[in-house]
Every structure is written in structure tokens, then in C-alpha cells.
């Protein structure tokens, strides 16, 4: 059978060792798997985590894994959530996140596991959840690769998860959020597995960029998720990035009209992956403001999480329950978007220099109901900025800055845990230097991959000058020291002193930066 498929192999073929080392095979919860060995890194690829999702069960809550008789191979990653193709963003090539897209099979929900070569204490367990506008992305993409944390002591732990209508779709007979109830499901079984690969169930940290990131903010907060981590790390989300009912229904009504009959889950559980996977281009453009409530992420993909309320607005009170009962431990954060954020959903797509006046406010139009006066807030914070670099900011801050700064703001005010905030400055010269510190850019200095080639060159997101020698390494460090105990390096986040981190060329302290920007989102130093 087809190890790229992820079927189990009946036992040892002729020639092959009837006991390997013993390392190397894993007796999980739901059978046995086979890794491969790095001279940094234990590794085993398409590890299941829940049945796969099929027919009509694509949108049901997941389920435990049936199990598999003899030694599943894990020596080469597996199939990937149904997806459209995302290797090229305009000008910029974007495949070191992506691979090569959608990889067919059915027993897509697992995870890919990098564990320290020699195992010896137990470890502490870092779990990421990959980005993609919810409707695309994997555990493939190169960047992903953990062997740098395993390397350094730490088992990393990469999830797929259900993408696109069968992830996100709010569906009258299926429960909403398929998606993240994945990544719940996946923390799960990584609870009971972890010591198997050397790891410790109890120093769990849960992290996410962009689309797992908004989906690690959910998680933090939610009550049936508790004692699945110990900490929580969000990169470049949002704390206010759910969608309202009403938004979601608006997606449900377009997927209706398109695939001409009724939007549930009975009927589109007869639909083929690839007929549900052709419908997602042509929900571009939907306008989801409603009278009570903006598109929390600009237009950029038609699909959220979908919930009663903002992460921002449960994580506080979680976080004073934990705090009042101390047989419940308190969740510690760190936190932080890029100084560029929405260069990338420009810079690759026209000339910035041709933003006007008009292009500006319609950007801030976006987000907020007095556009006029958030222009002129930052404006008035950034005299010496061109109308492109206004532009880019408003977008950023709209899209994942307000809403980061605002889930800080939240948890430490609650003061269960500490709150640790960062913002990424360091800026890549790709695209004529319009990319900057944009959307992604910290993701290859996190996993110690910013010598991948391919991030390299005109199209490339690190351009052809190479990034400050030590950077990668100091942030993986960083990321590392978090995982393990908690304190990145610099000192908490709080309302008497709301620090952050600012990592660039050169790592400096401030203290409130970009105040009278998040003033004019109704976002003071710590909000009240």
C-alpha cells in the first residue's frame, strides 16, 4: 500500500528487520507507527488523530481514529486538507508556507511530530497551528519543519485540520467550527501520546499565526479545552476576528446560490471534495458588514470562526476563574503581530506608490465607522509616513494589530498569568522593498528556517539580501525558552507597564508603542 497515503503496512516485508529500534516505533493510542531518525530528530509524519473525514462525517465533530493493524509507516508526510492552490500571492512566491497544496487521501487529520533524538527528561511540548485564511494550508509547507525544536529539546507538533465549507461553514445540522474542534480533538490526543514521544503532557504550549493563531485565541479561552496547556503562544491573530451569525450566514446563503440546492450538511456531505473546493473562489468579494458589525478581516477570505462573542471578550473571565481556583492553572501568553502586517495583501498585487488619498480611506472604511477620523489619528502619529506606508498600516492594524493589542490588553488585565508582547520589525527588501515586516515574516526566524532557499530572491519573502546572521536564531531561542518555562527574556506585559518587545535589526524595549494609533480603535496603553 501507498505510504503517501497513510495505510498501514501488514508486517515486516522480506529483508526488512521484524523488530525495529525501538525508538522508532510508537505505540499510540491507535496503533503502531514507524518514524525515521535525523541525526537532530526523531520524526513521524501523518500520525492520526481522528478518523478520517468522509461523505457526510466532513461535517460532524471529529472522531477517535478506528486504529490500523501492524506498523504504520510514518517515514513521509501524508494527505492535506481539500484546498485551492496557494503556492504564488501575486508577485510573491509563497510555497515555503504551503508545499505543494492539496494532497489527495481522506485520512488527512493528523499531526507530524518532531521529537529530540535522544530522549531523556520529559520535554516540553510546543503544538502549531498553521495559517492559510482558513481555507488553505498544511503541516507540509517547508517552513514547518520542527527539527530545529527538536534539536534544541523541545517535541514540536504540527496539525492539520479541516479547511474551507467542511472547516468553517455554518451549517443549520452540523456543529460550527469544525475546524477548531480539529485542533481540539488533536490536543487530545496529544495529552495522552506525548510522553510516548518523550514528551510532558503537563508543559504543553499551544501556538498559531495568522488563521491559527484567531483559532488558538478561541481555544485559550474555552473552558472544555482547560488542562490540554500550560501556555499560549499567538502570532500575527486577532482577539476580534469572529465572525457574527449573521456574517456566517451570509457565507452559507452565497455557498447555497452556488451550488444551487440547499447549504447543509446532508446535502453537501454528496457533494465531492473537489466540487466543495471549486466553490471557494467564487466567494471572493462577499460584503459580510452587517448593521451591527464590520469584516473583522477586511475581505480577505470568507471564512471565521464563528461565535457568540470575541475571544477578547471570554479569555479575561477564563483567566479569573483560573485565578480564583487554584487547583486550576492560569494560561501564560506571549503575543505579538509584525510592524508591516498588510503589506502582504498589497505590495504583491500593484504599485504601492500609486496609493491615493481616496485608496487610504477606503482601507480604514474597511474596519471602523469614522474612517475620516482614524486616517487622521494616524496621520497625525506618523507625520513623515507616505500615503502607501499610511495605507499599510491602517490594513494591518484593522486586519491583526487592534485585535492583538486588544486580546493583550484582556488577559493582563485579568492578571491570572503573565502576558508577554512582541512586534516583529525587522524588514525584508523584497518587492523593491515595499514587503517589509509584513504577514508571515517572523514564521521562518520562529522555526530557525530563514536559510531556506527558497525564501530567497526577487519573488522570494526574504528578498535577495540576507537577514541579520543571528536573527533566526534568537527568536527560535526565544520561542524555545517560552515553551520550556514561560518567560521569553523581557519583562511582562502589564497595566502599569504594558512592555513590548520590539524584534528587528535590534531588540528594544517600549513601553505603549503606537499609542494614539490604537487610541483611535478605542484601544488605550491597557483598555478599560
Given at each position: 500500500?501507498?505510504?503517501?497515503?497513510?495505510?498501514?503496512?501488514?508486517?515486516?516485508?522480506?529483508?526488512?528487520?521484524?523488530?525495529?529500534?525501538?525508538?522508532?516505533?510508537?505505540?499510540?493510542?491507535?496503533?503502531?507507527?514507524?518514524?525515521?531518525?535525523?541525526?537532530?530528530?526523531?520524526?513521524?509524519?501523518?500520525?492520526?488523530?481522528?478518523?478520517?473525514?468522509?461523505?457526510?462525517?466532513?461535517?460532524?465533530?471529529?472522531?477517535?481514529?478506528?486504529?490500523?493493524?501492524?506498523?504504520?509507516?510514518?517515514?513521509?508526510?501524508?494527505?492535506?486538507?481539500?484546498?485551492?492552490?496557494?503556492?504564488?500571492?501575486?508577485?510573491?512566491?509563497?510555497?515555503?508556507?504551503?508545499?505543494?497544496?492539496?494532497?489527495?487521501?481522506?485520512?488527512?487529520?493528523?499531526?507530524?511530530?518532531?521529537?529530540?533524538?535522544?530522549?531523556?527528561?520529559?520535554?516540553?511540548?510546543?503544538?502549531?497551528?498553521?495559517?492559510?485564511?482558513?481555507?488553505?494550508?498544511?503541516?507540509?509547507?517547508?517552513?514547518?519543519?520542527?527539527?530545529?525544536?527538536?534539536?534544541d529539546g523541545v517535541v514540536l507538533v504540527t496539525v492539520n485540520y479541516r479547511l474551507g465549507i467542511p472547516g468553517f461553514l455554518r451549517l443549520p445540522d452540523a456543529p460550527d467550527n469544525r475546524g477548531r474542534l480539529d485542533v481540539i480533538a488533536a490536543l487530545r490526543w496529544i495529552s495522552a501520546n506525548a510522553p510516548l514521544f518523550g514528551g510532558d503532557p503537563g508543559n504543553v504550549t499551544l501556538a498559531g499565526q495568522s488563521a491559527g493563531a484567531i483559532i488558538v485565541t478561541s481555544i485559550a479561552g474555552a473552558p472544555d479545552a482547560q488542562g490540554l496547556f500550560r501556555r499560549v503562544i499567538i502570532q500575527s491573530g486577532s482577539g476580534t476576528a469572529a465572525f457574527t451569525h449573521e456574517q456566517a450566514g451570509i457565507v452559507t446563503a452565497a455557498v447555497g446560490r452556488e451550488i444551487g440546492g440547499a447549504p447543509t450538511a446532508a446535502a453537501l456531505g454528496q457533494r465531492s471534495d473537489e466540487e466543495l473546493v471549486d466553490v471557494l473562489p467564487r466567494l471572493s468579494g462577499l460584503d459580510l458588514a452587517t448593521a451591527d458589525a464590520h469584516d473583522p478581516l477586511g475581505g480577505i477570505t470568507p471564512f471565521s470562526l464563528v461565535l457568540d462573542r470575541q475571544p477578547a471578550d471570554t479569555v479575561a473571565d477564563l483567566a479569573a476563574r483560573a485565578d480564583a481556583d487554584r487547583g486550576a492553572p492560569a494560561t501564560e501568553l506571549l503575543i505579538g503581530s509584525n510592524l508591516d502586517e498588510g503589506s502582504l495583501y498589497l505590495a504583491p498585487f500593484q504599485d504601492l506608490d500609486d496609493s491615493t488619498e481616496t485608496d487610504l480611506r477606503s482601507t480604514a472604511a474597511r474596519f471602523h465607522p469614522a474612517p475620516d477620523r482614524l486616517v487622521d489619528a494616524y496621520r497625525s502619529a506618523q507625520p513623515s509616513a507616505t500615503t502607501a506606508q499610511l495605507r499599510v498600516a491602517l490594513l494591518g492594524d484593522g486586519m491583526f494589530g487592534a485585535g492583538t493589542r486588544r486580546f493583550a490588553d484582556a488577559h493582563a488585565q485579568a492578571g491570572a498569568a503573565r502576558t508577554f508582547v512582541y512586534e516583529f520589525t525587522w524588514r525584508s527588501e523584497a518587492l523593491d522593498g515595499k514587503l517589509g515586516s509584513c504577514h508571515l515574516m517572523e514564521l521562518p526566524f520562529v522555526f530557525d528556517k530563514a536559510g531556506l532557499p527558497a525564501l530567497h530572491g526577487p519573488g522570494a519573502l526574504l528578498g535577495t539580501q540576507p537577514p541579520p546572521r543571528d536573527l533566526a536564531a534568537r527568536v527560535h531561542a526565544t520561542w524555545v525558552r517560552f515553551a520550556t518555562h514561560g518567560d521569553p527574556g523581557w519583562p511582562a506585559y502589564s497595566q502599569v507597564t504594558p512592555t513590548v518587545q520590539q524584534i528587528g535589526e535590534t531588540w528594544t524595549q517600549v513601553v505603549g508603542p503606537h499609542a494614539e494609533e490604537f487610541r483611535a480603535w478605542g484601544l488605550s496603553a491597557l483598555s478599560r
Open positions: 500500500m501507498s505510504a503517501l497515503a497513510g495505510r498501514p503496512e501488514p508486517g515486516p516485508a522480506p529483508g526488512r528487520p521484524a523488530t525495529p529500534p525501538d525508538d522508532l516505533v510508537i505505540a499510540t493510542t491507535s496503533g503502531l507507527i514507524r518514524g525515521t531518525r535525523t541525526p537532530q530528530a526523531r520524526v513521524f509524519f501523518g500520525v492520526p488523530y481522528a478518523a478520517p473525514p468522509a461523505g457526510e462525517s466532513r461535517f460532524a465533530a471529529p472522531r477517535p481514529h478506528p486504529g490500523w493493524a501492524g506498523v504504520r509507516d510514518a517515514a513521509r508526510p501524508g494527505p492535506t486538507a481539500p484546498q485551492p492552490p496557494r503556492g504564488r500571492f501575486g508577485r510573491l512566491d509563497l510555497s515555503p508556507f504551503f508545499g505543494g497544496g492539496w494532497e489527495r487521501g481522506e485520512d488527512y487529520l493528523t499531526v507530524n511530530v518532531w521529537a529530540p533524538p535522544e530522549p531523556s527528561t520529559p520535554a516540553p511540548v510546543l503544538v502549531f497551528v498553521h495559517g492559510g485564511a482558513f481555507i488553505a494550508g498544511s503541516t507540509r509547507g517547508p517552513v514547518y519543519d520542527g527539527t530545529a525544536f527538536a534539536r
